[in-house]
């Protein structure tokens, strides 16, 4: 409070001399000295000290020949000066006198003079003041450690009063000079969040406080944050390449304490765009995906409770759901007595069983399609076959997991006359669906035994 006091009084001693405005008289070369002018006397609390300034008083002058006061002033210490004339005082019904041209923690001497129209007094009695050194900053700082990419620096709040703001910097282990990163206002506020940092990485901090009258302490001691680190990246990420319809993502457990979930990434490319399909807390994921043969790429990430995740833009892994199984080869068609007989070959193990298409075209119009499903050897008996018809067959493998193949070539067969018999038509317990007809490319690798009413020609 009393230096608070002292400032506020030199302020306004401040004001009032610099109300005094005109031609500024200096001392002759010269000194013509009269005796009888009165000599300045301070008064008893006469000299006031601040960091920046120094303020004098002393009793009234009633003599009316004195036109004013000249100023002398002396720098002592390391760097001592003799006293030279410093400056004037235009009145001599000026009784204050502040030096704003000061250093703090410095010492000086002053004297003054009178002066009339022609003449100046004799020197006043030597006056030594002592500047206040910088004010210290706050005295307890501290900051807050392994925060996710910031950090929360407090402090004690600064006893004197006249403090107006903290101004707080930082710099890092890399750099040599300290950078302002703030001013915050008001002598009770006392903490500050710098946020965006970078991750693992070290800063160092420190405060100066700033004054109402413009005067910036000494820093504070400094105190070092490291920023908390990134979650490790996980190891042994398996994907599977043999489940039907679905692609399981497997990997070790992390071991961080305020782990939070998994975030999993998937793409087509394995330099692609990942998107985010799923977070999780268990360290497995079954993909399903409804194609057969479907290739992915996946990358796995950790992320902790503060939500910083783990870097996982280097590792990808590689799964597939289940192919289709190889397609049947058609060996040969041959009409035994009045059944039509269709045989073919499946290099396949995982074949279980096959499923056999129909179509029927009966002079000008074309009858729906059949299907015959699980048959389980390498042939296929066609009992339904009648004369003069043409018929086209169609051969799928089909896995333990109903995962189908592509279809076989589709292949005509045509009765003559004679070929083929007509049967009441009963109630078929096998299910019936339309067939698409399946064209066959040139140079296919289905071998088929040619028989003379056999079409084997891409209808």
């Known amino acids: 409070m009393k230096l608070w006091t002292l400032t506020t009084f030199l302020t306004v001693l401040t004001l009032t001399f610099s109300g005094c405005i005109g031609t500024t008289p200096k001392p002759k070369d010269s000194d013509v000295v009269d005796s009888t002018l009165p000599i300045i006397k301070l008064t008893k609390n006469g000299v006031f000290s601040d960091m920046t300034a120094v303020g004098f008083e002393w009793n009234s002058i009633k003599d009316a020949r004195v036109k004013g006061i000249y100023v002398y002033k002396q720098t002592l210490g390391k760097e001592a000066t003799e006293h030279k004339y410093h400056d004037t005082i235009k009145s001599r019904f000026v009784t204050h006198y502040v030096d704003s041209d000061v250093e703090p923690q410095t010492q000086y001497s002053y004297y003054f003079k009178t002066f009339s129209k022609d003449n100046e007094s004799g020197p006043s009695q030597e006056t030594i003041v002592d500047t206040l050194p910088i004010l210290d900053s706050v005295s307890w700082i501290h ?35 300290w950078d302002k990163l703030a ?14 940092l970078k991750d693992n990485h070290v800063y160092k901090y420190r405060i100066k406080v700033e004054t109402y009258n413009g005067i910036t302490s000494n820093p504070s001691s400094e105190v070092k944050v490291v920023t908390k680190a990134l979650p490790k990246h996980l190891e042994d990420i398996i994907a599977s390449k043999n489940l039907p319809k679905k692609i399981q993502l497997t990997w070790l457990e992390t071991k961080k304490v305020d782990f939070m979930h998994y975030n999993v990434y998937r793409s087509e490319n394995i330099d692609g765009s990942y998107d985010l399909i799923t977070s999780t807390k268990a360290n497995e994921y079954i993909d399903d995906i409804e194609e057969d043969g479907k290739n992915y790429f996946y990358r796995v990430s950790v992320v902790d409770k503060d939500e910083l995740e783990s870097n996982h833009n280097e590792k990808s892994v590689h799964g597939k759901t289940l192919p289709k199984p190889v397609t049947p080869s058609l060996v040969g068609a041959k009409m035994v007595g009045d059944n039509l007989e269709i045989s073919w070959s499946t290099t396949d193990e995982r074949v279980k069983s096959h499923i056999v298409t129909k179509r029927v075209k009966k002079g000008w119009f074309a009858s729906a399609g059949e299907e015959f499903v699980d048959i389980k050897g390498n042939t296929f008996v066609d009992t339904a076959i009648e004369p003069k018809s043409t018929y086209f067959y169609t051969v799928y493998g089909v896995d333990q997991f109903s995962i189908k193949s592509e279809p076989s070539i589709e292949v005509k067969f045509t009765t003559s006359q004679n070929q083929g018999r007509v049967i009441e038509v009963k109630e078929n317990k096998q299910p019936s669906v339309d067939v698409t007809k399946k064209a066959v490319e040139e140079g296919s690798q289905n071998n088929v035994q040619v028989m003379d009413d056999f079409d084997m020609s891409v209808n």
């Open 143 to 177: 900051v807050v450690q392994n925060m996710p990419k910031s950090a929360k620096i407090i402090w004690r709040p600064h006893s004197n009063q006249i403090v107006k703001s903290y101004i707080l910097e930082r710099k890092t282990l890399a750099e040599d000079k």
């Open 183 to 196: 001013t915050i206002k008001g002598r009770l506020n006392a903490e500050y969040i710098d946020s965006e």
